[in-house]
């Protein structure tokens, strides 16, 4: 199976849904950005002043005329040069002295400009200090002016009483930082950050998203989807928690309809040749496949079925737990040939027969393999409506992968929360390689979307006002995610 096939296809329809989904999260980080910039803007960044002063490079030369006519290349060649002076450290020097600076801060703060078609030269100083950027602007001129005159390096020659101060500097005013700007682009990256969060959230998971996500990446229909609701487990302690995930109750509440669902999908898959021995596996531990094959056969015996489940992970075996049955005399003890088939079934008041796996063997594959156990599977086939099978995790082992030759089709069990794409996508490959018959998937602790909210909403208004009184013959059913309404309820047990 290529496990890359879907992965990165990305449509316009799922960008958009995607952001509307995750529309809080992007609002609150957005928000967050912002509120940094305002802070940045108005507490941090030091505000900025600048002052200009402006002098005039006035140079005549005498021409062939006899007439001084202004020789405009040459004085555009002076012009440069004493814009050029303005940043060199005879200039610098002694107005950093003043002041107490260095050479290299008053120069970043110093800037220069002229136009070419002008003898004016701009000095414009920018610091945290309105006076203080008038003051520096002043000086780096009237030092220019200095030089110009005094110097004996030969810039004397070329100046002497050619540069005069025109406009004198004033109080520096605000330049910077532009606030309107910079809130601007902490709003504009608060919610580019906020879409590459929620991009990397949702679509750079190593774990599902939603229901299409498994389909496309396994490639296998979607049997089952069990809804976390998290809402009942605000003020349960973590171990309240996974107790609630696997406690067998009755039907007539919200969390029984999902099962109904799952049996008509599976029942209804293949008419014409029915499955009717079915295992359940998954790809690691605590994905509830144990508490869906339980609940499952529940499901089966509350519609009139007669159902068997067996219990072949006998590495951590669960069934004896949630039927309240002894784990003694099981599997083991008939392939072992100490038990009858009629001493291993043991009947349960849910109406479901339920053969556990007996004494802990070292290698449960000699089991599995075994004359004994094949010839039993087909024995309970053909004195039951369905044969259910509980398996170990696909990666833990390989006994589900031999346990599937006996089947007629295979659930896999998905944790939407739990397992990682590519553990799945493995665990359905290792399956397939044995050709193994997998029906589809179901999918646990999975997160509702509008769509399932919307359902659920109709479905538990519709079961609080419906009186389902149950036949006293009829087994009780159960479902995950849901509290029992009977006394059994506080005798949950821990699922795997």
């Excluded at 220019?144 to 030969?154: E, F, K, Q, R, V």
């Excluded at 209804?268 to 056969?297: C, H, W």
């Amino acid at each position: 199976m290529d496990t890359n096939k879907n992965d990165d296809v990305i449509r316009l329809g799922d960008i958009f849904r995607v952001l509307w989904k995750n529309i809080i999260l992007i609002a609150i980080i957005t928000v967050a950005v912002f509120v940094v910039g305002i802070i940045y803007t108005f507490g941090i960044a030091r505000p900025q002043y600048s002052s200009s002063s402006t002098f005039l490079v006035a140079v005549s030369t005498p021409s062939t005329g006899g007439s001084d006519n202004v020789n405009l290349s040459d004085s555009l060649r002076l012009v440069t040069t004493a814009a050029q002076l303005v940043t060199e450290d005879n200039t610098l020097r002694p107005v950093a002295e003043d002041n107490d600076l260095s050479v290299t801060e008053l120069r970043d703060m110093v800037s220069v400009s002229y136009n070419t078609d002008s003898f004016l030269v701009t000095v414009t100083v920018e610091c945290g200090n309105s006076t203080l950027s008038m003051r520096l602007a002043n000086e780096l001129v009237e030092s220019l002016i200095d030089i110009a005159n005094t110097d004996g390096s030969g810039v004397d020659i070329l100046f002497k009483n050619t540069i005069s101060m025109t406009s004198s500097a004033t109080r520096g005013v605000y330049s910077s930082p532009n606030r309107a700007l910079y809130l601007a682009i902490f709003f504009i990256g608060g919610l580019v950050v906020a879409c590459i969060v929620v991009y990397i959230k949702e679509f750079c998971s190593n774990k599902f998203r939603n229901r299409d996500d498994i389909e496309n990446y396994l490639d296998q229909k979607v049997l089952g989807y069990f809804i976390d609701d998290k809402t009942k487990d605000k003020n349960l302690s973590k171990d309240e928690k996974e107790a609630r995930q696997v406690e067998l109750v009755e039907p007539g509440i919200r969390a029984y309809e999902p099962y109904n669902k799952l049996f008509t999908n599976i029942r209804y898959s293949n008419v014409d040749n029915p499955y009717r021995v079915i295992m359940i596996t998954s790809s690691q531990e605590k994905e509830l496949k144990s508490t869906t094959i339980g609940n499952f056969a529940c499901c089966m015996a509350y519609n009139k079925l007669n159902v068997v489940l067996i219990d072949m992970d006998m590495r951590k075996p669960v069934q004896h737990k949630l039927f309240k049955v002894s784990k003694d005399k099981g599997i083991s003890e008939y392939v072992g040939g100490t038990c009858s088939e009629g001493e291993i079934i043991k009947h349960t008041k849910y109406g479901v027969d339920v053969i556990t796996t007996g004494k802990k063997v070292i290698n449960p594959v000699v089991i599995i393999e075994s004359a004994a156990f094949k010839q039993l599977i087909a024995d309970l086939a053909a004195k039951y409506d369905y044969v259910l099978i509980d398996t170990p995790p696909a990666l833990a082992c390989s006994d589900a992968a031999a346990i599937s030759k006996l089947c007629d089709g295979v659930i896999f069990n998905v944790s939407m929360r739990d397992v990682k794409k590519k553990k799945a996508a493995i665990a359905v490959q290792s399956l397939k390689d044995v050709n193994a018959n997998i029906i589809g998937v179901n999918v646990t602790k999975a997160v509702a979307d509008k769509h399932d909210d919307s359902y659920y909403y109709y479905s538990d208004k519709y079961y609080s006002n419906a009186q389902l009184q149950p036949e006293k013959s009829a087994p009780t059913a159960s479902a995950t995610g849901t509290k029992s309404q009977t006394n059994n309820s506080s005798n949950t047990k821990k699922s795997k």
